[in-house]
Protein backbone atom coordinates (compact mmCIF):
# COMPACT_ATOMS: atom_id res chain seq x y z
CA UNK A 1 0.00 0.00 0.00
CA UNK A 2 2.86 2.54 0.80
CA UNK A 3 4.25 1.82 -2.48
CA UNK A 4 0.47 3.51 -4.13
CA UNK A 5 0.46 5.85 -1.53
CA UNK A 6 3.82 7.18 -2.74
CA UNK A 7 3.04 6.88 -6.46
CA UNK A 8 -0.27 9.10 -5.50
CA UNK A 9 1.79 11.49 -3.41
CA UNK A 10 4.29 12.00 -6.74
CA UNK A 11 0.84 12.33 -8.89
CA UNK A 12 -0.56 14.96 -7.13
CA UNK A 13 2.69 16.77 -6.64
CA UNK A 14 3.33 16.48 -10.70
CA UNK A 15 -0.37 17.91 -11.63
CA UNK A 16 0.14 20.88 -8.60
CA UNK A 17 3.23 21.63 -10.70
CA UNK A 18 1.52 21.37 -13.78
CA UNK A 19 -1.15 23.42 -12.65
CA UNK A 20 1.23 26.07 -12.04
CA UNK A 21 3.21 26.19 -15.20
CA UNK A 22 -0.30 26.42 -16.81
CA UNK A 23 -1.41 29.39 -14.58
CA UNK A 24 1.78 31.35 -15.38
CA UNK A 25 0.95 30.21 -19.15
CA UNK A 26 -2.21 31.72 -18.79
CA UNK A 27 -1.06 34.80 -16.97
CA UNK A 28 1.79 35.55 -19.83
CA UNK A 29 -1.25 35.40 -22.80
CA UNK A 30 -3.01 37.67 -20.18
CA UNK A 31 -0.63 40.18 -20.19
CA UNK A 32 0.00 40.45 -23.81
CA UNK A 33 -2.87 40.70 -24.49
CA UNK A 34 -3.79 43.70 -22.44
CA UNK A 35 -0.81 44.91 -23.83
CA UNK A 36 -1.80 44.17 -27.40
CA UNK A 37 -5.00 45.94 -26.67
CA UNK A 38 -3.35 49.25 -25.11
CA UNK A 39 -0.97 49.61 -27.79
CA UNK A 40 -3.80 49.41 -30.50
CA UNK A 41 -5.80 52.26 -28.17
CA UNK A 42 -3.30 54.77 -29.17
CA UNK A 43 -5.19 54.68 -32.33
CA UNK A 44 -8.24 56.43 -31.67
CA UNK A 45 -9.15 55.00 -35.22
CA UNK A 46 -9.10 51.39 -34.56
CA UNK A 47 -12.10 49.82 -32.16
CA UNK A 48 -11.20 47.30 -30.23
CA UNK A 49 -13.19 43.99 -29.67
CA UNK A 50 -12.28 41.94 -27.06
CA UNK A 51 -14.02 39.22 -27.25
CA UNK A 52 -11.99 38.16 -30.32
CA UNK A 53 -8.26 38.58 -28.96
CA UNK A 54 -8.40 35.12 -27.56
CA UNK A 55 -8.94 34.00 -30.79
CA UNK A 56 -6.75 35.90 -32.52
CA UNK A 57 -3.79 34.99 -30.12
CA UNK A 58 -4.78 31.11 -30.62
CA UNK A 59 -4.36 31.21 -34.11
CA UNK A 60 -2.73 34.64 -35.45
CA UNK A 61 -2.32 33.98 -39.48
CA UNK A 62 -4.60 33.84 -42.54
CA UNK A 63 -4.83 31.34 -44.90
CA UNK A 64 -6.11 31.49 -48.22
CA UNK A 65 -5.90 28.87 -51.44
CA UNK A 66 -3.90 29.27 -54.26
CA UNK A 67 -4.05 27.51 -57.37
CA UNK A 68 -2.13 24.06 -57.44
CA UNK A 69 -2.20 22.96 -54.13
CA UNK A 70 -0.65 25.62 -52.65
CA UNK A 71 -1.73 28.39 -49.75
CA UNK A 72 -1.35 31.81 -48.54
CA UNK A 73 -0.28 31.85 -45.18
CA UNK A 74 -0.33 35.41 -44.04
CA UNK A 75 1.41 36.53 -40.68
CA UNK A 76 2.25 39.59 -38.83
CA UNK A 77 5.14 40.44 -38.88
CA UNK A 78 6.00 41.13 -35.25
CA UNK A 79 5.83 37.06 -34.71
CA UNK A 80 8.78 35.01 -35.54
CA UNK A 81 7.28 32.81 -37.76
CA UNK A 82 8.44 31.25 -41.02
CA UNK A 83 6.42 28.88 -43.53
CA UNK A 84 7.80 28.28 -47.16
CA UNK A 85 8.59 30.66 -49.48
CA UNK A 86 7.91 34.64 -48.88
CA UNK A 87 5.64 35.79 -51.75
CA UNK A 88 5.18 39.44 -50.63
CA UNK A 89 6.04 41.76 -47.69
CA UNK A 90 4.07 44.52 -46.57
CA UNK A 91 4.86 47.00 -43.53
CA UNK A 92 3.30 45.04 -41.22
CA UNK A 93 2.68 41.59 -42.78
CA UNK A 94 4.37 38.51 -44.40
CA UNK A 95 2.82 37.05 -47.34
CA UNK A 96 4.02 33.20 -47.65
CA UNK A 97 3.12 30.81 -50.26
CA UNK A 98 3.39 26.84 -48.48
CA UNK A 99 3.07 24.13 -50.64
CA UNK A 100 3.59 20.62 -50.92
CA UNK A 101 7.77 20.29 -51.04
CA UNK A 102 7.93 22.44 -47.82
CA UNK A 103 6.13 19.92 -45.61
CA UNK A 104 9.00 17.05 -46.67
CA UNK A 105 11.69 19.35 -45.38
CA UNK A 106 10.34 20.31 -41.91
CA UNK A 107 9.61 23.75 -42.33
CA UNK A 108 5.81 23.90 -41.44
CA UNK A 109 4.44 24.00 -37.49
CA UNK A 110 2.13 20.91 -36.76
CA UNK A 111 -0.48 22.92 -36.18
CA UNK A 112 -0.15 24.83 -39.22
CA UNK A 113 0.00 21.39 -41.48
CA UNK A 114 -2.80 19.80 -40.06
CA UNK A 115 -5.19 22.25 -41.36
CA UNK A 116 -3.49 22.96 -44.87
CA UNK A 117 -4.66 19.60 -46.20
CA UNK A 118 -1.98 18.59 -48.71
CA UNK A 119 -2.89 16.03 -51.07
CA UNK A 120 -3.43 12.80 -50.13
CA UNK A 121 -0.79 10.35 -50.54
CA UNK A 122 -1.38 7.70 -52.69
CA UNK A 123 -0.12 4.21 -51.44
CA UNK A 124 1.99 3.66 -54.73
CA UNK A 125 5.67 3.06 -55.07
CA UNK A 126 8.70 2.87 -58.41
CA UNK A 127 11.01 0.39 -58.70
CA UNK A 128 12.92 -1.22 -61.08
CA UNK A 129 10.72 -0.21 -64.67
CA UNK A 130 7.54 -1.03 -62.94
CA UNK A 131 4.83 0.88 -61.03
CA UNK A 132 3.94 -0.76 -57.46
CA UNK A 133 0.19 -0.28 -57.08
CA UNK A 134 -0.81 -3.05 -54.88
CA UNK A 135 -4.59 -5.19 -56.10
CA UNK A 136 -6.62 -2.40 -54.62
CA UNK A 137 -5.39 0.35 -56.46
CA UNK A 138 -4.19 -1.33 -59.88
CA UNK A 139 -7.12 0.01 -61.94
CA UNK A 140 -6.60 3.66 -60.22
CA UNK A 141 -3.43 3.43 -61.13
CA UNK A 142 -3.77 2.33 -64.56
CA UNK A 143 -6.27 5.31 -64.99
CA UNK A 144 -5.16 7.69 -63.63
CA UNK A 145 -0.64 7.54 -65.14
CA UNK A 146 -1.63 5.69 -68.64
CA UNK A 147 0.51 8.10 -70.63
CA UNK A 148 3.74 6.60 -68.56
CA UNK A 149 2.56 3.11 -68.67
CA UNK A 150 2.55 -0.04 -71.12
CA UNK A 151 0.64 -3.05 -69.51
CA UNK A 152 -0.56 -4.49 -66.59
CA UNK A 153 1.92 -7.30 -65.19
CA UNK A 154 0.56 -9.33 -62.33
CA UNK A 155 -2.41 -8.15 -60.29
CA UNK A 156 -0.63 -5.58 -58.05
CA UNK A 157 1.45 -3.64 -60.69
CA UNK A 158 2.22 -1.98 -63.99
CA UNK A 159 5.02 -1.52 -66.10
CA UNK A 160 6.33 1.95 -66.90
CA UNK A 161 7.10 2.97 -70.48
CA UNK A 162 11.54 2.93 -71.40
CA UNK A 163 12.47 6.74 -70.10
CA UNK A 164 9.05 7.68 -68.27
CA UNK A 165 10.03 6.34 -64.95
CA UNK A 166 11.13 10.03 -63.48
CA UNK A 167 8.83 11.52 -65.31
CA UNK A 168 6.44 9.45 -63.43
CA UNK A 169 8.00 10.12 -60.49
CA UNK A 170 7.73 13.43 -61.05
CA UNK A 171 3.98 13.48 -61.41
CA UNK A 172 3.63 11.68 -58.29
CA UNK A 173 5.70 14.26 -56.35
CA UNK A 174 3.60 16.63 -57.69
CA UNK A 175 0.30 15.44 -56.83
CA UNK A 176 1.58 14.66 -53.11
CA UNK A 177 3.00 10.93 -53.35
CA UNK A 178 6.73 10.06 -52.28
CA UNK A 179 6.93 6.86 -54.52
CA UNK A 180 10.24 6.01 -53.38
CA UNK A 181 10.58 2.48 -52.28
CA UNK A 182 13.49 1.80 -50.46
CA UNK A 183 16.38 -0.04 -51.86
CA UNK A 184 18.68 -0.82 -49.02
CA UNK A 185 22.72 -0.37 -49.29
CA UNK A 186 23.94 -3.53 -49.59
CA UNK A 187 26.83 -4.66 -46.95
CA UNK A 188 28.92 -6.11 -49.92
CA UNK A 189 29.05 -2.32 -51.39
CA UNK A 190 30.51 -1.03 -47.39
CA UNK A 191 33.39 -0.38 -45.77
CA UNK A 192 35.16 0.67 -42.78
CA UNK A 193 35.90 4.14 -42.61
CA UNK A 194 38.60 4.65 -40.12
CA UNK A 195 41.31 6.93 -42.18
CA UNK A 196 43.12 9.87 -40.83
CA UNK A 197 40.18 11.69 -42.92
CA UNK A 198 37.36 9.83 -40.88
CA UNK A 199 39.08 11.83 -37.56
CA UNK A 200 38.91 14.68 -39.60
CA UNK A 201 35.34 14.69 -40.45
CA UNK A 202 34.30 13.56 -37.08
CA UNK A 203 36.43 16.54 -35.39
CA UNK A 204 34.31 18.79 -37.69
CA UNK A 205 30.90 17.05 -36.44
CA UNK A 206 31.51 18.11 -32.98
CA UNK A 207 32.45 21.20 -33.60
CA UNK A 208 29.51 22.60 -35.59
CA UNK A 209 27.06 19.96 -33.50
CA UNK A 210 25.87 18.37 -36.52
CA UNK A 211 26.76 14.59 -35.50
CA UNK A 212 22.87 13.94 -35.01
CA UNK A 213 21.92 15.39 -38.42
CA UNK A 214 25.12 13.13 -40.14
CA UNK A 215 23.32 10.21 -38.57
CA UNK A 216 20.12 10.85 -39.45
CA UNK A 217 21.05 10.79 -42.94
CA UNK A 218 23.43 8.49 -43.00
CA UNK A 219 20.56 6.28 -41.87
CA UNK A 220 18.45 7.44 -44.21
CA UNK A 221 20.89 6.98 -47.21
CA UNK A 222 21.03 3.08 -46.06
CA UNK A 223 17.48 2.64 -46.35
CA UNK A 224 16.83 4.00 -49.14
CA UNK A 225 20.07 4.05 -51.61
CA UNK A 226 18.76 7.33 -52.79
CA UNK A 227 18.08 10.60 -50.97
CA UNK A 228 18.11 14.04 -50.93
CA UNK A 229 19.59 16.44 -48.62
CA UNK A 230 18.09 19.99 -48.17
CA UNK A 231 19.93 21.16 -44.86
CA UNK A 232 20.81 25.10 -44.59
CA UNK A 233 24.32 26.04 -45.88
CA UNK A 234 27.46 25.77 -43.86
CA UNK A 235 25.70 22.20 -42.21
CA UNK A 236 27.91 19.80 -43.97
CA UNK A 237 26.21 18.64 -47.21
CA UNK A 238 29.03 17.66 -49.63
CA UNK A 239 31.04 16.98 -45.65
CA UNK A 240 28.39 13.80 -45.91
CA UNK A 241 29.36 13.43 -49.51
CA UNK A 242 32.83 13.10 -48.10
CA UNK A 243 31.59 10.47 -45.19
CA UNK A 244 29.74 8.21 -48.45
CA UNK A 245 32.98 8.24 -50.35
CA UNK A 246 34.91 6.71 -47.54
CA UNK A 247 32.47 4.59 -46.91
CA UNK A 248 31.34 3.11 -50.34
CA UNK A 249 33.82 0.51 -52.20
CA UNK A 250 33.47 1.08 -55.75
CA UNK A 251 33.83 4.42 -58.39
CA UNK A 252 32.55 7.46 -57.37
CA UNK A 253 31.26 10.57 -59.66
CA UNK A 254 30.40 13.71 -58.31
CA UNK A 255 28.53 16.44 -60.16
CA UNK A 256 29.23 20.30 -59.69
CA UNK A 257 27.87 22.82 -61.51
CA UNK A 258 30.95 25.16 -62.06
CA UNK A 259 34.83 24.52 -62.36
CA UNK A 260 35.21 26.46 -58.71
CA UNK A 261 32.93 23.75 -57.19
CA UNK A 262 35.02 21.04 -58.94
CA UNK A 263 38.40 22.63 -57.79
CA UNK A 264 36.95 22.86 -53.87
CA UNK A 265 35.85 18.82 -54.31
CA UNK A 266 39.21 17.99 -55.30
CA UNK A 267 40.81 19.67 -52.31
CA UNK A 268 38.66 18.24 -50.30
CA UNK A 269 38.96 15.01 -51.23
CA UNK A 270 42.66 15.02 -50.87
CA UNK A 271 41.85 15.67 -46.85
CA UNK A 272 39.15 13.72 -46.57
CA UNK A 273 40.01 10.24 -48.46
CA UNK A 274 43.20 10.77 -50.27
CA UNK A 275 43.33 7.00 -50.28
CA UNK A 276 40.77 6.69 -52.37
CA UNK A 277 40.69 9.21 -54.62
CA UNK A 278 41.25 7.18 -57.90
CA UNK A 279 37.50 5.88 -56.99
CA UNK A 280 36.08 9.73 -57.46
CA UNK A 281 35.77 11.38 -60.70
CA UNK A 282 34.82 15.13 -60.49
CA UNK A 283 32.73 16.56 -63.89
CA UNK A 284 31.06 19.58 -64.22
CA UNK A 285 26.77 19.54 -65.16
CA UNK A 286 28.09 19.63 -68.96
CA UNK A 287 29.73 16.15 -69.05
CA UNK A 288 27.32 13.76 -69.79
CA UNK A 289 28.98 12.51 -72.71
CA UNK A 290 32.20 12.51 -70.58
CA UNK A 291 30.21 9.83 -67.59
CA UNK A 292 27.10 8.04 -69.69
CA UNK A 293 29.10 5.28 -70.62
CA UNK A 294 30.75 4.11 -67.30
CA UNK A 295 28.62 2.38 -64.31
CA UNK A 296 29.14 4.13 -60.57
CA UNK A 297 28.59 2.36 -57.45
CA UNK A 298 27.15 6.39 -56.35
CA UNK A 299 26.96 9.26 -58.00
CA UNK A 300 26.72 12.82 -55.66
CA UNK A 301 24.81 15.66 -57.93
CA UNK A 302 25.60 18.74 -55.51
CA UNK A 303 23.68 21.52 -55.96
CA UNK A 304 21.18 19.47 -57.42
CA UNK A 305 18.66 22.20 -58.44
CA UNK A 306 20.36 22.24 -61.56
CA UNK A 307 19.75 18.81 -62.39
CA UNK A 308 15.96 19.38 -63.74
CA UNK A 309 17.63 21.73 -66.37
CA UNK A 310 16.76 20.77 -70.21
CA UNK A 311 20.52 20.71 -70.72
CA UNK A 312 21.03 18.18 -67.56
CA UNK A 313 18.34 15.89 -66.75
CA UNK A 314 19.93 13.55 -68.95
CA UNK A 315 22.64 13.17 -66.25
CA UNK A 316 20.05 11.71 -64.08
CA UNK A 317 19.74 8.34 -66.51
CA UNK A 318 23.34 7.55 -66.35
CA UNK A 319 24.07 4.01 -64.49
CA UNK A 320 24.37 4.24 -61.16
CA UNK A 321 23.71 1.71 -57.81
CA UNK A 322 23.33 4.66 -55.46
CA UNK A 323 22.53 8.46 -55.87
CA UNK A 324 22.41 11.35 -53.39
CA UNK A 325 21.52 15.11 -54.12
CA UNK A 326 22.57 18.09 -52.18
CA UNK A 327 21.07 21.53 -52.36
CA UNK A 328 20.73 24.52 -49.65
CA UNK A 329 17.90 26.08 -52.27
CA UNK A 330 15.75 23.69 -53.48
CA UNK A 331 13.72 25.66 -56.02
CA UNK A 332 13.86 26.77 -59.14
CA UNK A 333 12.29 29.96 -61.04
CA UNK A 334 10.96 27.82 -63.63
CA UNK A 335 9.17 25.98 -60.85
CA UNK A 336 10.32 23.00 -61.58
CA UNK A 337 10.90 21.63 -58.25
CA UNK A 338 9.08 18.28 -58.48
CA UNK A 339 12.21 17.24 -60.13
CA UNK A 340 14.84 18.49 -57.88
CA UNK A 341 12.99 15.27 -55.79
CA UNK A 342 12.41 12.88 -58.09
CA UNK A 343 15.83 12.83 -59.53
CA UNK A 344 17.43 12.48 -56.19
CA UNK A 345 15.52 10.62 -53.52
CA UNK A 346 13.89 10.47 -50.62
CA UNK A 347 13.75 14.38 -49.02
CA UNK A 348 16.24 15.03 -45.58
CA UNK A 349 15.51 18.35 -44.45
CA UNK A 350 15.68 20.23 -41.60
CA UNK A 351 13.79 23.67 -40.31
CA UNK A 352 15.86 26.61 -40.28
CA UNK A 353 14.52 27.70 -36.43
CA UNK A 354 15.81 24.44 -35.71
CA UNK A 355 19.47 24.99 -37.08
CA UNK A 356 19.09 28.36 -35.35
CA UNK A 357 18.05 27.23 -32.28
CA UNK A 358 20.59 23.74 -32.25
CA UNK A 359 23.56 26.87 -32.92
CA UNK A 360 24.53 24.32 -36.30
CA UNK A 361 24.41 27.75 -38.66
CA UNK A 362 24.35 31.20 -37.02
CA UNK A 363 22.83 34.26 -38.70
CA UNK A 364 24.43 36.76 -40.57
CA UNK A 365 24.12 40.19 -39.53
CA UNK A 366 21.84 41.78 -43.01
CA UNK A 367 21.92 45.24 -44.25
CA UNK A 368 20.79 47.10 -47.99
CA UNK A 369 22.05 50.52 -48.68
CA UNK A 370 19.82 51.75 -51.37
CA UNK A 371 21.39 55.02 -53.00
CA UNK A 372 20.51 56.76 -55.89
CA UNK A 373 23.25 56.06 -58.68
CA UNK A 374 26.48 54.15 -59.05
CA UNK A 375 28.57 56.80 -58.36
CA UNK A 376 26.95 56.55 -54.54
CA UNK A 377 27.62 52.97 -54.87
CA UNK A 378 30.89 53.33 -55.98
CA UNK A 379 31.32 55.42 -52.77
CA UNK A 380 29.76 53.26 -49.87
CA UNK A 381 31.87 50.22 -51.60
CA UNK A 382 34.89 52.46 -50.92
CA UNK A 383 33.82 53.42 -47.88
CA UNK A 384 33.34 49.90 -46.60
CA UNK A 385 36.42 48.12 -48.08
CA UNK A 386 38.54 50.73 -45.74
CA UNK A 387 37.50 48.30 -42.92
CA UNK A 388 40.40 45.52 -43.65
CA UNK A 389 38.52 42.24 -42.92
CA UNK A 390 38.11 38.79 -45.26
CA UNK A 391 35.54 39.81 -47.87
CA UNK A 392 34.04 38.50 -50.91
CA UNK A 393 32.55 41.01 -53.28
CA UNK A 394 29.77 39.74 -55.76
CA UNK A 395 29.68 41.29 -58.96
CA UNK A 396 27.68 39.66 -62.18
CA UNK A 397 28.47 42.40 -64.08
CA UNK A 398 32.17 41.17 -66.03
CA UNK A 399 32.74 45.06 -66.82
CA UNK A 400 32.03 46.14 -63.00
CA UNK A 401 34.28 43.46 -61.68
CA UNK A 402 37.16 44.35 -63.59
CA UNK A 403 36.26 47.97 -62.22
CA UNK A 404 36.93 47.36 -58.84
CA UNK A 405 39.61 44.93 -59.18
CA UNK A 406 41.47 46.91 -61.15
CA UNK A 407 40.66 50.49 -58.30
CA UNK A 408 40.97 48.94 -55.16
CA UNK A 409 43.87 46.21 -56.89
CA UNK A 410 42.45 43.14 -55.64
CA UNK A 411 42.01 40.06 -57.39
CA UNK A 412 39.08 39.40 -59.24
CA UNK A 413 37.93 35.69 -59.83
CA UNK A 414 35.58 34.24 -62.56
CA UNK A 415 35.44 32.45 -65.50
CA UNK A 416 39.24 32.66 -67.09
CA UNK A 417 40.88 32.33 -63.37
CA UNK A 418 43.01 29.48 -62.99
CA UNK A 419 43.04 28.34 -59.06
CA UNK A 420 40.01 30.05 -57.88
CA UNK A 421 40.23 28.34 -54.72
CA UNK A 422 42.87 29.54 -53.78
CA UNK A 423 43.06 33.02 -55.11
CA UNK A 424 39.73 33.41 -53.01
CA UNK A 425 41.54 31.75 -49.61
CA UNK A 426 44.64 33.62 -49.96
CA UNK A 427 43.02 37.10 -50.53
CA UNK A 428 41.68 39.18 -47.65
CA UNK A 429 39.43 40.92 -50.29
CA UNK A 430 38.58 39.54 -53.50
CA UNK A 431 35.70 40.37 -56.55
CA UNK A 432 33.71 37.19 -57.68
CA UNK A 433 31.72 37.04 -60.63
CA UNK A 434 28.71 34.31 -60.74
CA UNK A 435 31.32 31.36 -60.69
CA UNK A 436 31.16 31.74 -56.71
CA UNK A 437 27.83 32.12 -56.12
CA UNK A 438 27.52 28.11 -55.12
CA UNK A 439 29.32 25.93 -53.09
CA UNK A 440 32.04 27.86 -51.91
CA UNK A 441 33.31 27.59 -48.37
CA UNK A 442 35.68 30.18 -46.95
CA UNK A 443 35.81 29.64 -43.00
CA UNK A 444 37.59 32.86 -41.97
CA UNK A 445 34.82 34.76 -44.25
CA UNK A 446 33.84 37.75 -42.42
CA UNK A 447 31.89 40.38 -44.83
CA UNK A 448 29.96 39.56 -48.27
CA UNK A 449 29.01 42.33 -50.32
CA UNK A 450 26.63 42.41 -53.54
CA UNK A 451 26.99 45.29 -56.18
CA UNK A 452 25.75 43.94 -59.43
CA UNK A 453 23.22 40.54 -59.34
CA UNK A 454 20.84 37.98 -61.42
CA UNK A 455 18.00 40.41 -61.63
CA UNK A 456 15.24 39.16 -58.88
CA UNK A 457 16.89 35.95 -58.37
CA UNK A 458 16.02 34.39 -55.05
CA UNK A 459 18.00 31.38 -55.59
CA UNK A 460 21.26 33.44 -56.17
CA UNK A 461 20.66 35.04 -53.13
CA UNK A 462 20.11 32.46 -51.01
CA UNK A 463 23.16 30.86 -51.97
CA UNK A 464 25.30 33.93 -51.86
CA UNK A 465 24.47 34.61 -48.37
CA UNK A 466 24.70 30.74 -47.17
CA UNK A 467 28.56 31.74 -48.62
CA UNK A 468 28.38 32.96 -44.47
CA UNK A 469 27.06 30.35 -43.50
CA UNK A 470 29.63 27.68 -43.75
CA UNK A 471 31.80 31.01 -41.76
CA UNK A 472 33.50 30.13 -38.43
CA UNK A 473 33.48 34.30 -37.77
CA UNK A 474 30.67 36.73 -37.01
CA UNK A 475 29.28 37.65 -40.26
CA UNK A 476 28.16 40.85 -42.76
CA UNK A 477 25.92 40.63 -46.03
CA UNK A 478 25.96 43.99 -47.13
CA UNK A 479 23.67 44.50 -50.83
CA UNK A 480 24.55 48.21 -52.60
CA UNK A 481 21.40 48.91 -54.66
CA UNK A 482 20.55 52.17 -56.46
CA UNK A 483 16.71 53.12 -56.09
CA UNK A 484 16.22 51.72 -59.25
CA UNK A 485 17.44 48.40 -58.40
CA UNK A 486 15.35 47.82 -55.66
CA UNK A 487 12.72 49.20 -57.12
CA UNK A 488 12.59 46.23 -60.31
CA UNK A 489 14.65 43.39 -57.99
CA UNK A 490 13.83 43.50 -54.43
CA UNK A 491 12.30 40.44 -54.75
CA UNK A 492 15.47 38.95 -54.16
CA UNK A 493 15.76 39.84 -50.77
CA UNK A 494 12.82 37.73 -50.01
CA UNK A 495 15.05 34.35 -49.76
CA UNK A 496 16.50 36.31 -46.59
CA UNK A 497 13.41 37.20 -45.25
CA UNK A 498 11.62 34.23 -45.64
CA UNK A 499 13.85 32.18 -43.41
CA UNK A 500 13.65 34.39 -40.34
CA UNK A 501 16.39 37.10 -40.52
CA UNK A 502 16.05 40.75 -40.60
CA UNK A 503 17.30 43.52 -42.66
CA UNK A 504 18.21 46.67 -42.07
CA UNK A 505 17.74 48.99 -44.71
CA UNK A 506 20.12 52.11 -44.89
CA UNK A 507 18.75 54.75 -47.10
Not at 100 to 123: D, H, M, N
Amino acid sequence: MSEIEDLKKNMDSINAQFDDVQAKIDSMRNNLEVKFKDMLDQHQNVQIEPEFMKDFFDEPYVMLPKKGHQWYVIVPKWLKMQVGYLEHSTKSFNIFVVNKYVQWLGEIPTALKEKLRFPQSLPFKVYDGMLLTGKEHQELGFERYRHFLSRREGTDRIRIKKGYEFKLIAQLIEEGTLPFLAKPVSDDDLRSWNTQGFQKYMSICEKKNIADLQEKAWNKFLEYGSIGIYWAFGTGKSLFGHKLVGSLIGDKLVVVPTLTLKEQWLSRLEKFNNESLSEVRVETYHAYNKVRKQQWVLTIFDECQHLPANTFIRLSTIQTKYRIGLSGSPFREDGRENYIFALTGIPVGMAWEDLLRLQIVKAPQFRVYIMENKREKDQKLEELLRIPIKTLIFSDSLDYGEEISKKFEIPFVYGATKDRIETVRNSQMCVVSRVGDEGLSIPDLERVIEVAFLFGSRMQESQRFGRLMHSEKKAQHIILMTKKEFDAYQKRLRAIIERGFKIEYVM
